[in-house]
């Protein structure tokens, strides 16, 4: 059965910096590319970036480089670094994978299959 756990969230003030992590088990975490996801009070979930097995990092534009994303396959973890935290940031946050298979189809951006039950982030202004 595969598991996601992020963990890491808090609350910060804006321009603070948090490291939010998700430790996997029971897949392919090699195979697997990973996402980051977020979601606000009131609106959609919408992505946030994302790693490829080939350690290639993607970001939603609004990140403007203010966000990594890093991964470790021998701890089948994955981490999202961001920095320059602002009051829009808050939201809770999800980490999911998407596995990898011949023919399929879809974007770094969706869909996954597994995710993670989240973790609140919360900026103050």
């Known amino acids: 059965q595969v598991q996601l756990v992020e963990s890491g969230g808090g609350l910060v003030q804006s321009g603070d910096s948090l490291r939010l992590s998700c430790t996997t088990s029971?897949?392919?975490?090699?195979?697997?590319?990973m996402g980051w996801f977020r979601q606000a009070p009131g609106k959609e979930r919408e992505f946030v970036g994302a790693i490829d097995r080939g350690t290639r990092s993607y970001f939603a534009d609004f990140v403007k480089g203010r966000f990594t994303v890093s991964r470790d396959d021998s701890q089948s973890t994955v981490w999202l670094q961001m920095n320059n935290l602002e009051f829009e940031d808050t939201a809770v946050y999800y980490c999911a994978a998407r596995e990898a298979y011949s023919g399929r189809s879809g974007t770094v951006r969706g869909p996954y299959d597994y995710w993670g039950q989240g973790t609140q982030v919360t900026v103050s202004s």
């Open positions: 029971g897949g392919s975490f090699r195979t697997w590319t």
